[in-house]
């Protein structure tokens, strides 16, 4: 069986075998054997040797899409502290864009396939979703710490990105056919989006008016990106700006409404302290939906409304008090109170130990996730299927070949990028594989890969391993975290290819070569966006101030923090523990139970973060109330839209602004 990249396929070839034109495949019975399972798959469902899939085309198109929806997600990782899915966007842009350039060539370019399709998404997710998560987070957190705020050398950001994002795939391969295709774990974002491919090649009217909600979206998340940008941004910019409100009207949208927040505390703002301009944070809401982005609200309403003034109240009563810490500090040269600096101490522990619970909660799937290292299951002599299956899925020598050296690649970024014991960087490695077992597992059986877990899990074990040291902490973690985050990525994207027939092997070789893109786009990107502590800084940073708060505190102590946010970190660490516990004796109370999640965010990130989060779950809540068939259908999509289409800008256009800076 090739797994070589194919030709362009004709015309014939490509419009062959569609798939609504296969019957609907007999179900198995409830006890069937592993054979069973691959026989029955590879008889009713596989049509990887009919149909083109791993094409130039396919992997270019991914290429592209990808390194695009990098750049988004690292801004959007920097902005809210989340990722977005890139598989079903992805699927949807490649097919309207693809389908746009066959109508303009008149012929001389064929349709995708489906297949073809399903490889470009397995390239677009390794590019867009492998890469980005580390760099926002892990080397983000070591500008911020690091004593003169230097950027680490960008071939040690490369090396690292590319190591850890392959080491992922690879670790991957021996669960593949376990997880998917014998336990059959359901991924529920790979069936989505296998759903999705499926709808489009059936070219129902509904789901093309989807493909294009999502395209109008996008330019409409863009064009906001424009108007909200500051106007000294760009010169140019600021001029067409200037004249749009002397000759018809103010177009720009500011950066905060209003300018000077709500209320002011002591005479001077709260940072963010009201609503921001930006449709990125209300589509956010609309797919985290009403209990988290209400949880969020609910905690930095609280925050701003009520600790904010008593803390500085009490700050003011002890101002030239010998050794007291104040616990509101200020920003900006004094101009403005900084409340969330004090409060991600509280919300870091609530999401920490909730996260931590929640994972001590699942033990059942922590247990089930070594199944993968069982001894082989014994295969009849001469089995026929047994063959067949072997020439189409990844070889375990594979796995073998490519784990040793990018092991032996990732000990030697660590030593002698970081200073890391080569010992301490091979068990960053080997924790890794348990990590990465773990994340599968949650990802398969949830739909969520707890990457932030597994990365306090590494950081825990590194303040044993390496004490005092926070560059250890954080580069063990970015290890763990990345490497998990590229194969439950992997995992999802060979879900979808088994419910759509495709050659496993070939879409092994897409994802491979799709964190290729992706560390060459989010590598320049991730500098041109941030050539600076000072511009990290201009963004609210969840993700990343949690691992600063951690790995501070596993390295330091509590000791130089305000005693106020010791008492917020216990308080905390005691909420996020009773959350999951009351979730998981009371379930049918969860709904009315506040998230930790939320709750944590909602003392990490801005007021406005969490304001624009809940009027946009509030907006999905009442459409759908109104008019729940088209909320179902369009929210996802318009939502996915918004987000990509301005984050991308402005992504965009912090590079640009770097790019200006530098010339001029």
């Not at 699927?91 to 399709?117: D, H, K, P, Q, Y």
């Not at 490889?119 to 997710?125: D, F």
């Not at 973690?477 to 060979?494: F, Y």
């Not at 989010?522 to 600063?548: D, F, G, R």
Request: hydrophobic share 55%.
């Amino acid at each position: 069986m090739s797994t070589t990249i194919e030709l362009a396929p004709t015309a014939a070839r490509a419009a062959a075998l569609q798939p609504e034109s296969r019957p609907e495949p007999p179900p198995l019975p409830d006890n069937a054997t592993p054979e069973q399972k691959d026989l029955h798959w590879y008889t009713h469902v596989y049509q990887g040797d009919h149909m083109p899939q791993l094409t130039p085309r396919a992997v270019a198109m991914g290429a592209v899409l990808g390194m695009l929806m990098s750049v988004s997600n690292l801004y959007t990782i920097l902005k809210v502290g989340w990722s977005f899915g890139v598989a079903i966007t992805s699927c949807v842009l490649s097919f309207v864009i693809w389908n746009a350039l066959c109508t303009l060539a008149a012929g001389r370019l064929t349709r995708m396939s489906i297949l073809e399709n399903n490889c470009m998404q397995s390239t677009a997710s390794a590019a867009g979703a492998s890469t980005g998560t580390t760099i926002a987070t892990s080397f983000g957190a070591l500008l911020i710490l690091d004593p003169e705020h230097r950027h680490l050398a960008w071939q040690t950001v490369a090396a690292f990105t590319l190591a850890t994002g392959a080491m992922g795939v690879f670790l991957a391969v021996p669960m593949k056919r376990q997880m998917i295709n014998y336990e059959q774990l359901p991924f529920p974002s790979g069936i989505a989006a296998a759903t999705t491919l499926r709808s489009l090649y059936s070219h129902g009217r509904v789901t093309m008016r989807k493909a294009y909600a999502l395209i109008v979206a996008l330019l409409v998340g863009a064009v906001v990106g424009v108007l909200n940008t500051a106007e000294d941004q760009f010169i140019a910019l600021g001029r067409f700006f200037a004249w749009m409100k002397e000759r018809l009207f103010n177009i720009h949208l500011p950066d905060l409404i209003p300018e000077t927040g709500f209320r002011l505390l002591a005479g001077k703002p709260m940072v963010a302290f009201g609503f921001e301009p930006s449709v990125l944070l209300i589509a956010a809401g609309m797919i985290v939906g009403l209990r988290v982005s209400l949880s969020m609200l609910a905690a930095a309403a609280a925050l701003y409304f009520l600790f904010a003034p008593w803390l500085q109240s009490i700050d003011a009563a002890n101002a030239g008090v010998t050794g007291y810490i104040a616990s509101i500090p200020t920003a900006g040269g004094g101009a403005f109170f900084h409340p969330v600096r004090w409060a991600l101490w509280g919300g870091t522990a609530v999401m920490v130990f909730a996260s931590l619970t929640s994972l001590a909660l699942q033990w059942r799937t922590v247990a089930r996730s070594f199944q993968v290292l069982r001894r082989p299951r014994k295969v009849s002599i001469g089995s026929d299927i047994e063959a067949k299956m072997a020439a189409i899925e990844v070889p375990n020598r594979w796995f073998v070949f490519g784990v040793v050296p990018i092991t032996l690649a990732l000990v030697a970024v660590q030593i002698i990028a970081f200073q890391i014991q080569w010992w301490a960087g091979l068990i960053a490695v080997a924790m890794s594989f348990v990590l990465v077992l773990v994340a599968c597992r949650a990802t398969g059986e949830t739909d969520t890969t707890p990457v932030g877990p597994m990365g306090k899990v590494m950081q825990l074990l590194f303040a044993v391993i390496s004490p005092g040291n926070v560059t250890h902490n954080l580069v063990a973690a970015g290890v763990g975290a990345n490497c998990a985050t590229s194969s439950a990525d992997l995992l999802t994207d060979l879900k979808s290819g088994y419910l759509l027939g495709a050659n496993p092997r070939r879409q092994f070789l897409a994802q491979f070569v799709g964190v290729f893109f992706g560390t060459l786009a989010i590598v320049p990107a991730w500098y041109l966006m941030i050539p600076n502590a000072a511009a990290l800084e201009k963004y609210p940073l969840p993700a990343t101030q949690i691992w600063v708060a951690v790995a501070r505190i596993l390295s330091t102590g509590v000791a130089s923090l305000p005693m106020t946010a010791r008492i917020a970190i216990l308080i905390g660490a005691l909420i996020g523990i009773a959350l999951p516990l009351l979730e998981r004796i009371f379930p049918r109370a969860r709904p009315w139970l506040p998230s930790a999640m939320g709750l944590g965010l909602g003392w990490v990130v801005f007021f406005s973060n969490a304001f624009s989060f809940a009027i946009g779950a509030v907006i999905a809540s009442l459409w759908g109330a109104i008019h729940r068939k088209s909320q179902e259908t369009f929210n996802v999509p318009i939502a996915s839209g918004l987000i990509a289409g301005e984050s991308l800008l402005k992504a965009i256009l912090a590079m640009l602004a770097t790019i200006v800076g530098i010339a001029g």
